[in-house]
């Protein structure tokens, strides 16, 4: 059973969220005056062998901002609630604490589109025009609870790390307006669904003999891009999709070819351009510079 919220205004809610993303929404509720007698997050790491145990970005702030911190949900039980807040929290919900208290989830997407664990990262990949968050009622199905709340924004050719930070202040105002209003009017979703399955390696790795240069600009947008060149690993730290033009393309440069500029031929006959790159063993480098250096000969492939 999942639990009703409750009418009128919210003032007491506890926190569940575990990544940097979730930070802003838990600093903006409490400058709003929400009463969090408890944050759930996960526990804390170890990076290294003899190192000390790190918190989670939420559990740093929680800690900062005085706040109770557990590492299970059945935590909620323990507590007098009005709602339970989940931002990135990282673990499936389920009853008791379903049934326990109400809770609402900070989504990054425009439900139904890109329900799933990575709905902002797929959302560039796929190209989508915009994207958004959505304050929904958490259900035992993953994404599937009505909307109480949503907001839009333009995808343009924001990165990842500038869409997150948008969305995460975008979405703590919005879970601020619902909160207080009382959870009211909420909608079932519409639309097609789509699932935003976890990233892989290979969801980073650019192939300029397979895709036009917008798909490859796209996994730069990502961060952590990497492809190969004679032999080692090459990160793309910046590039962006250009016209080709000149001598080089009136000859039929193949993809993968390295031109000056420094543009690699993508497989749709247009240009990646480069601008940043991270050569294996190194740090960032123009990428100008890089191709000044290494002198790629007319055969070299990159990919």
């Known amino acids: 059973m999942i639990a009703d919220a409750p009418p009128g205004p919210i003032r007491r809610v506890a926190y569940l969220g575990t990544p940097a993303v979730a930070v802003p929404p838990l600093r903006a509720l409490v400058a709003a005056g929400f009463e969090v007698p408890v944050v759930v997050t996960a526990p804390d790491k170890r990076r290294g062998r003899g190192s000390a145990a790190v918190p989670t970005p939420v559990a740093a702030v ?23 807040v989940v931002v990135a929290f990282g673990q499936i919900l389920r009853p008791p604490v379903l049934g326990h208290v109400p809770l609402v989830n900070l989504h990054f997407s425009l439900l139904p589109r890109w329900r799933g664990a990575a709905p902002v990262e797929r959302a ?25 709340a949503s907001d839009r924004t333009p995808v343009g050719d924001k990165t990842l790390a500038e869409l ?28 097609e669904v789509t699932y935003a399955a976890k990233l892989e390696k290979a969801d980073r790795f650019l192939d300029p003999t397979a895709e ?20 080692a ?43 940043v790159v991270r050569p294996e063993g190194r740090g960032d480098v123009a990428a100008a510079d890089w191709v000044r250096g290494i002198r790629p000969a007319p055969d070299e492939r990159v990919g």
């Open 62 to 84: 929680a800690h900062e901002l005085g706040l109770a911190v557990a590492h299970d949900a059945t935590a909620l039980l323990d507590h007098d609630l009005d709602a339970g």
């Open 124 to 148: 560039i990949l796929a190209g989508d025009a915009e994207t958004g968050v959505c304050v929904m009622a958490v259900e035992e199905g993953l994404d599937t609870g009505d909307v109480y």
């Open 164 to 191: 997150w930070d948008e969305l995460a202040v975008r979405g703590s105002e919005l879970l601020v307006e619902a909160l207080g209003a009382g959870l009211a009017g909420p909608v079932p979703q519409r639309g």
């Open 212 to 231: 036009g240069a917008e798909q490859l600009a796209r996994r730069v947008r990502l961060g952590g891009a990497w492809t190969a060149f004679r032999g």
């Open 233 to 275: 690993r090459l990160g793309v730290v910046a590039a962006r999709p250009v016209e080709l033009d000149g001598p080089s393309v009136a000859d039929g440069a193949a993809p993968g070819a390295l031109l000056d500029g420094p543009v690699v031929v993508a497989a749709d006959g247009r240009g990646l351009l480069l601008e």
